[in-house]
C-alpha cells in the first residue's frame, strides 16, 4: 500500500473510518489514529485502542472548546510539544465507567454535537480534549492540528479522536511500522507533510471552513512544455508538479 492522497483521506473520514496519519521522522516519527468524533463507533474505537496506547484525545477548536468551557489542564504548560490538553471528560449521560470502547464513543460523539453544551460532560473523565492551534498543521506541525484541519476539509465538525500507535512491545511504533499496519488492516495512511502540501496547493491562507475540497484526479499537474532541438532531432520537454509533494518532474518526449 502507497501513501494515500488527502482527497482519499476525506472519504474514509466522512464514511466514520479511521486514517492513520504519519508525522515528520524529525519530529515524533509515529503514526496516530484519526477518526471523526461525530461518528466514533464502539467498533473503530475498541480498534484503536487495540492498535494504540489506548489513550485517546480529542483535537477541536477552541471556539468548540471554550462553548464547552473546557479550560487548559494548567496554567503552565511544560509539555515539550506545547499541546495543550484541557481537563478531561466524560458523558453525563455515559452508560456505563466511561472507560468501555461503547462510553468513549459515546462522549466522544457528544463533543463534537454541535448542541451539546457544558452540562453535558462530567469532568474528569476518560476522555481527554486538545485545542488545536490557530492556522492548523500551517502553524504547528502536530497530529491535534492535522486532525481538526482534516475534519475541516472533510465538512465535517472539527472534532476529532486521535490515539498513538505502539508496537507490540510496547514502545511507539515508528517508520514503516505504521504504513505495514495500514497495509493489514486496510486502513489508509497519510503524512502530515503531505497535508500541509494539499494546503498549500489548493487554499493558501483561506480559513478551511470557507472552502470546499478540490476532487484530486491526477497526482501531478501539467506546468509548461517546451521543443528542444537535439542532434537526434526534437524533443518535447514536458514540465509536472506532484500536487501532494511539490516535487517538479520533466518527461522527454520523442516524436509524437
Same mark, same amino acid.
Given at each position: 500500500?502507497?501513501?494515500?492522497?488527502?482527497?482519499?483521506?476525506?472519504?474514509?473520514?466522512?464514511?466514520?473510518? !479511521?486514517?492513520?496519519? &504519519?508525522?515528520?521522522?524529525? %519530529? #515524533?516519527?509515529? +503514526?496516530?489514529?484519526?477518526? /471523526?468524533?461525530? *461518528?466514533?463507533?464502539?467498533e473503530?474505537?475498541?480498534?484503536?485502542?487495540?492498535?494504540?496506547?489506548?489513550?485517546?484525545c480529542?483535537?477541536?477548536?477552541?471556539?468548540?472548546?471554550?462553548?464547552?468551557?473546557?479550560?487548559?489542564?494548567?496554567?503552565?504548560?511544560?509539555?515539550?510539544?506545547?499541546?495543550?490538553?484541557?481537563v478531561?471528560?466524560d458523558?453525563?449521560?455515559?452508560?456505563?465507567?466511561?472507560?468501555?470502547?461503547?462510553?468513549?464513543?459515546?462522549?466522544?460523539?457528544?463533543?463534537?454535537?454541535?448542541?451539546?453544551?457544558?452540562s453535558?460532560l462530567?469532568?474528569p473523565?476518560?476522555?481527554? !480534549?486538545?485545542?488545536? &492551534?490557530?492556522?492548523?498543521? %500551517? #502553524?504547528?506541525? +502536530?497530529?491535534?492540528?492535522? /486532525?481538526?484541519? *482534516?475534519?475541516?476539509?472533510a465538512?465535517?465538525?472539527?472534532?476529532?479522536?486521535i490515539?498513538?500507535?505502539?508496537?507490540?512491545?510496547?514502545?511507539?511504533?515508528?517508520?514503516p511500522?505504521?504504513?505495514?499496519?495500514?497495509?493489514?488492516?486496510?486502513?489508509?495512511?497519510?503524512?502530515?507533510?503531505?497535508?500541509?502540501?494539499?494546503?498549500?496547493?489548493?487554499?493558501?491562507d483561506?480559513?478551511?471552513?470557507?472552502?470546499?475540497?478540490?476532487?484530486?484526479?491526477?497526482?501531478?499537474?501539467?506546468?509548461v512544455?517546451?521543443?528542444?532541438?537535439?542532434?537526434?532531432?526534437?524533443?518535447?520537454m514536458?514540465?509536472?508538479?506532484?500536487?501532494?509533494?511539490?516535487?517538479?518532474?520533466?518527461?522527454?518526449?520523442?516524436?509524437?
Amino acid at each position: 500500500m502507497s501513501l494515500a492522497t488527502i482527497p482519499e483521506a476525506l472519504a474514509e473520514l466522512r464514511a466514520g473510518r !479511521p486514517v492513520i496519519v &504519519v508525522d515528520n521522522e524529525s %519530529r #515524533e516519527n509515529e +503514526g496516530d489514529v484519526v477518526l /471523526a468524533a461525530e *461518528l466514533a463507533s464502539q467498533e473503530w474505537i475498541a480498534w484503536t485502542v487495540k492498535n494504540s496506547s489506548g489513550f485517546i484525545c480529542a483535537p477541536m477548536t477552541n471556539e468548540i472548546a471554550d462553548r464547552l468551557e473546557l479550560p487548559v489542564m494548567v496554567a503552565n504548560n511544560e509539555d515539550s510539544r506545547g499541546t495543550n490538553y484541557t481537563v478531561s471528560v466524560d458523558a453525563a449521560d455515559r452508560l456505563s465507567t466511561g472507560i468501555s470502547a461503547a462510553d468513549r464513543a459515546h462522549t466522544l460523539r457528544v463533543l463534537a454535537n454541535l448542541d451539546s453544551s457544558p452540562s453535558s460532560l462530567h469532568r474528569p473523565g476518560h476522555i481527554l !480534549p486538545l485545542r488545536a &492551534v490557530e492556522g492548523g498543521v %500551517r #502553524e504547528r506541525d +502536530g497530529h491535534t492540528e492535522a /486532525a481538526v484541519d *482534516l475534519l475541516k476539509l472533510a465538512g465535517m465538525t472539527p472534532v476529532g479522536a486521535i490515539a498513538e500507535i505502539v508496537a507490540d512491545d510496547g514502545e511507539m511504533m515508528r517508520l514503516p511500522g505504521p504504513i505495514e499496519l495500514g497495509q493489514r488492516e486496510g486502513v489508509l495512511v497519510i503524512t502530515i507533510e503531505t497535508l500541509i502540501a494539499y494546503l498549500q496547493e489548493f487554499h493558501c491562507d483561506q480559513p478551511l471552513e470557507t472552502v470546499t475540497p478540490i476532487p484530486e484526479t491526477s497526482r501531478v499537474i501539467f506546468e509548461v512544455e517546451t521543443t528542444v532541438p537535439t542532434t537526434h532531432g526534437p524533443f518535447r520537454m514536458r514540465a509536472y508538479r506532484d500536487r501532494m509533494t511539490g516535487a517538479d518532474h520533466v518527461a522527454i518526449v520523442a516524436g509524437t
